[in-house]
C-alpha cells in the first residue's frame, strides 16, 4: 500500500530526510518511532503530498505522490501531529464539513467511527476548541475516517493525551485495521510501538532498523541484557538508544 523508494529532503543546511526506503502491506498497521526532530513529520507531509521531496519517489495505493496528488487525497486520511480543525464550529459541524468535502456523508461511514464518535456524541454542540485533549483526537480521528480512506496517517496521535485516552484510542486503531485500513503512526512512546505489525526506528532523518518490536528485542538481546521485570516496550527503548549510540 505505501512504497517508499530513497526519499531525501533538505530544509537548508538540515539533511531532513535521507535515503528513506520501505514499504508497507494492506492492512498493516506500521510505526514510524523516534523522537522529535527525527524526520517522521516531515515523512509524513510527503507521503500525504503537502510536502515535495527533493528526490526519490513515493507511491501510496498505487498513486504516485508527485503526479497523482489530486486522487491520492480521495484514498488517504491524515491526521497531523496539532489539532488542525476548526475550534469554533462544533463538534457535529466540524465532522459533517468533512464529509461533504469528500462527497459522502456521515450516515455513509457511520459505521466506521461509531465506536470513537459515540463517546463524543454527547459534546456535539460543544465547539472544538472547547473539547479536551482527548476528545479533540477522537474528532480528529473520526473527521479522518469518515470519507473511508485506504490508508490512514496518524502524526503523534496520542501526544499530550492521558493514558486512559490513549489506550482506547489504540484499541480503536486494532478495529479499523480489522476494517481493512492501512494504517501509519508515528509516536515517540515505546510502548505504543509495540503495538505495531511492524516498526521503523528512525533518527536524524535515517532508519536505523524495520522489524517486529519482537524481532527488534530479540536481535539485541545479545548486546543488552535484559533487565527484571522490563517491559516489552522499555526493552524496545533500550534496543533504541543502543542503536542511537552506535551512529
Given at each position: 500500500m505505501v512504497n517508499c523508494q530513497y526519499i531525501n529532503k533538505r530544509y537548508g543546511e538540515v539533511q531532513a530526510l535521507k535515503n528513506i526506503s520501505f514499504e508497507v502491506q494492506a492492512c498493516e498497521l506500521f510505526g514510524l518511532i523516534g523522537p522529535d526532530g527525527a524526520g517522521k513529520t516531515t515523512l509524513f507531509r510527503i507521503l500525504t503530498s503537502l510536502l515535495l521531496a527533493d528526490s526519490g519517489?513515493?507511491?501510496?495505493?498505487?498513486?504516485?505522490?508527485?503526479?497523482?496528488?489530486?486522487e491520492l487525497r480521495h484514498h488517504i486520511g491524515y491526521m497531523p501531529g496539532r489539532f488542525?480543525?476548526?475550534p469554533d464550529l462544533t463538534v457535529e459541524?466540524?465532522?459533517?464539513?468533512?464529509a461533504t468535502l469528500f462527497n459522502t456523508t456521515v450516515q455513509e461511514?457511520?459505521?466506521?467511527?461509531?465506536?470513537?464518535?459515540?463517546?463524543?456524541?454527547?459534546?456535539?454542540?460543544?465547539k472544538a476548541g472547547?473539547?479536551?485533549?482527548g476528545m479533540k483526537q477522537k474528532l480528529a480521528l473520526s473527521c479522518a475516517l469518515i470519507h473511508k480512506p485506504a490508508v490512514l496517517f496518524l502524526d503523534e496521535p496520542t501526544t499530550g493525551v492521558d493514558p486512559v485516552s490513549r489506550k482506547e484510542f489504540w484499541e480503536m486503531l486494532r478495529k479499523l485495521k480489522l476494517e481493512?485500513?492501512?494504517?501509519?503512526?508515528?509516536?515517540p512512546y515505546m510502548d505504543e510501538a509495540n503495538r505495531c505489525d511492524r516498526i521503523a526506528l528512525i533518527q536524524h532523518g535515517t532508519i536505523m532498523s524495520i522489524d517486529t518490536p519482537a524481532h527488534i528485542i530479540a536481535q539485541y538481546a545479545d548486546k543488552i541484557p535484559p533487565k527484571e521485570g522490563?517491559?516489552?516496550?522499555q526493552r524496545l527503548e533500550?534496543?533504541?538508544i543502543y542503536l542511537m549510540q552506535q551512529q
Open positions: 519517489i513515493a507511491v501510496v495505493d498505487g498513486l504516485d505522490v508527485r503526479t497523482d496528488y489530486k488542525s480543525l476548526y459541524e466540524n465532522l459533517n464539513f468533512f461511514n457511520y459505521y466506521l467511527i461509531k465506536d470513537i464518535y459515540q463517546q463524543i456524541e454527547p459534546f456535539k454542540t460543544r472547547k473539547l479536551s485533549g481493512g485500513i492501512t494504517i501509519i503512526v508515528s509516536t522490563a517491559t516489552a516496550g533500550e534496543c533504541f
